[in-house]
């Protein structure tokens, strides 16, 4: 199993990036699929969740109306598009796949820094 995250680095605050979450080794349109992100000294929060057919999502707060995910069970990828970061979205942001009765799965992390 794999879940490999890209997209991430530097941008200046108003601007955007597009995290990609490539998945491998398992029934990736049976998964529902999460981004979580976690900043230095603290801990990982649940930034936005899609279900495995794609047809419902959820948002913190902190994030809603600037962050939207998605994603492509013929791709096996799933993407979070982030605009109008604030250097309060400085994290290290991690891809999880997760289904009941299921073990979950945990990419390794891509950097996003916000910071002019």
């Known amino acids: 199993v794999q879940l490999v995250e890209s997209g991430g680095g530097l941008v200046q605050p108003g601007g955007s990036l597009r995290l990609s979450c490539a998945a491998s080794g398992f029934t990736f349109s049976s998964f529902d699929m999460s981004w979580y992100r976690q900043a230095p000294g603290k801990e990982r929060e649940l930034v936005a969740g899609?279900?495995?057919?794609?047809?419902?999502?959820n948002y913190a707060d902190s994030v809603k109306g600037r962050f939207t995910i998605s994603r492509d069970n013929t791709k096996n990828t799933v993407y979070l598009q982030m605009n109008s970061l604030k250097p309060e979205d400085t994290a290290v942001y991690y891809c999880y796949a997760d289904r009941l009765f299921s073990q979950g799965y945990w990419g390794r992390g891509t950097q996003v820094t916000v910071s002019s």
């Open positions: 899609i279900f495995s057919g794609g047809g419902s999502t």
